[in-house]
């Protein structure tokens, strides 16, 4: 029946060559080495390095720096899914409402999500440093008149206002896409029954947006385990070391400090983090889908 | 139900105050890179007097601005134009044998990917491109297309199990073979999760700083626009109507395909998220 006589399975199998060949050589091959690196002290040139076993794994686990960059982290995933999602969904419920302009209104909110972090990242640094210090002056606002990215204690919150500007839009248009799922007529049955707005929200609005809420907490926490490109553009780490984190430790560590192995040892813990974080929340979406039907 | 005017009013300020918020930056960046630098000293928010565009010429005649966007622009087209073949057709291959072992397995580990961060595989693919003599270009559109067949895959197969296997039976006793099917018949049915893949990963291209600074930050000549960007506002770091000429710049191409497409951007992100 084949023009060229091959079977059907022959086909359907060369169809997933070239994707399984990529994937062998391209992914598969950097986590092995990445693991047989992480057994040993190379620092990243040498020709020559030793295995030393689990070495690496045991030196992390009582490396201040790496604890620091752990817990700094964690901290700042916290205040950006909270700063992203609160901003979202306050945005979410405000453009549902039946307005002429909220159209244009979406597009403006958006347009941050489409820019590159690098570039957003920059030129906060550049507004964090020499702009808004002279504005908090001439209006006499105290905290925008220091720079909240030279100080230890504040340079967080500079990175995840950036973070948070530029991570709403994508959160808010998920929000909007759930809010459309509430049915009208269960909102009008509660108008009818005298429920007041609050009530409504807290007992109609909200179980319908839990699922949304899932994939957005899920997505958003990912986005702040893994912030790079604002570290790199904003602090640098710095002050102090105080904004290192986990995967500008990695990149520090192999690519410039010369701990090559020690470098993907720390790349295989944010792995099992990360991996087995996504994988709960996931694991849970996919429940909480089943038990709607 | 309409609103009631008091409530429209409140929700206008609030909107507005936002997009205040939003719009703001984007001006003083503009405003900026439109000034010279005596000029800026003075006050930010008042519109420039004159159009002043030394700052822009500098960015694009110095600084090769115009072969960076090229080669953002080579990145992404031809990854996009690898994955737009390569994931459809290993989507309906597997989709189409679920029942095999080894396109389940292929499946499943593919998608495990998924749960990998790439700064879980950073270092080493450093190291591995490195050794295959591939720190250029083709080896960064040869991880773009690698790095995107976990989601893809996840997007194609949840795609094609709505389509329904009757139409491939109808095709192949009308005597179609298994490419001819795909390429006739279902290639054009999956094109409204080709788009999505299409916006999804064209975005993350051409936005993308990590892989392109692991893997050719050495070599100017192959830099992509975020690389470019990186590097220019380190090198100019105490000229900052410089800077944000360049921030702008580099800003232009997605804002104005972002102004004829945003809806279609807008949906794909949302899409590709929610699945």
């Known amino acids: ?293 | 139900m309409k609103t009631r005017l008091p409530f429209r009013i409140i929700s206008y300020a609030a909107l507005a105050i936002g997009a205040l918020f939003i719009l703001g930056p984007l001006y003083l960046a503009l405003s900026i890179a439109l000034r010279t630098r005596d000029e800026t000293t003075s006050n930010f928010f008042a519109p420039p007097t004159r159009l002043y565009l030394d700052n822009f010429s500098t960015v694009i005649n110095k600084a090769n601005f115009w072969g960076m966007l090229q080669n953002s622009a080579f990145i992404t087209i031809i990854s996009l134009l690898f994955m737009l073949i390569a994931i459809p057709m290993v989507s309906y291959a597997i989709s189409r044998n679920m029942n095999k072992l080894y396109f389940k397995w292929v499946y499943t580990i593919i998608l495990m990917g998924i749960f990998v961060p790439f700064q879980a595989i950073m270092l080493p693919i450093y190291r591995h491109m490195g050794n295959l003599e591939l720190l250029n270009q083709t080896g960064l559109i040869m991880m773009y297309v690698t790095l995107s067949f976990s989601q893809g895959l996840f997007l194609g197969v949840g795609f094609l199990k709505n389509i329904p296997l009757e139409l491939d039976q109808a095709s192949k006793i009308d005597g179609c073979g298994v490419w001819y099917t795909f390429s006739r018949i279902i290639y054009p049915l999956m094109l409204p999760i080709i788009a999505t893949i299409l916006i999804l990963n064209s975005l993350w291209i051409w936005n993308d700083f990590q892989l392109p600074l692991i893997m050719l930050n050495r070599h100017p000549d192959f830099w992509t626009l975020p690389l470019f960007i990186y590097n220019f506002k380190t090198e100019t770091s105490f000229d900052y109507n410089l800077a944000f000429a360049a921030f702008s710049l580099s800003m232009a191409p997605i804002a104005i395909l972002y102004v004829f497409t945003q809806k279609y951007i807008i949906g794909g992100l949302t899409e590709g998220s929610i699945k």
């Open chain 1, 1 to 293: 029946m084949n023009i060229r006589g091959l079977k059907p399975g022959t086909v359907f199998f060369m169809m997933t060559l070239p994707a399984v060949l990529l994937y062998c050589l391209f992914f598969l091959a950097p986590v092995f080495i990445g693991f047989y690196y992480s057994l040993t002290n190379w620092d990243g040139f040498s020709l020559s390095y030793d295995m030393v076993g689990f070495q690496n794994y045991i030196d992390i686990l009582q490396d201040k720096r790496f604890l620091n960059g752990l817990s700094f982290t964690l901290l700042y995933t916290v205040i950006v899914v909270f700063g992203k999602l609160s901003v979202a969904l306050v945005l979410a419920l405000l453009l549902s409402r039946p307005l002429k302009l909220r159209g244009l209104f979406r597009s403006i909110y958006f347009f941050p999500a489409v820019l590159s972090m690098i570039t957003v990242g920059l030129m906060f640094n550049q507004f964090f440093y020499s702009l808004f210090p002279p504005i908090g002056e001439k209006l006499g606002i105290e905290w925008l008149s220091l720079n909240l990215l030279g100080n230890p204690d504040t340079a967080i919150l500079g990175i995840a206002l950036t973070n948070i500007w530029q991570g709403f839009a994508i959160p808010m248009v998920i929000f909007i896409a759930g809010l459309s799922n509430v049915p009208k007529d269960i909102i009008e049955a509660a108008v009818i029954d005298g429920a007041s707005p609050v009530q409504r929200f807290f007992s109609i609005t909200i179980p319908y947006l839990i699922p949304m809420l899932t994939v957005n907490v899920v997505l958003a926490v990912k986005g702040g385990l893994t912030v790079f490109d604002y570290i790199v553009a904003m602090t640098n780490g710095g002050p102090s070391k105080s904004t290192e984190s986990m995967g500008f430790l990695i990149y520090q560590h192999g690519m410039s400090e010369m701990k090559f192995g020690y470098g993907t040892a720390e790349a295989i813990y944010v792995f099992i983090l990360i991996g087995v974080l996504s994988f709960i929340q996931i694991k849970l979406l996919a429940r909480k889908e089943v038990g709607q039907q």
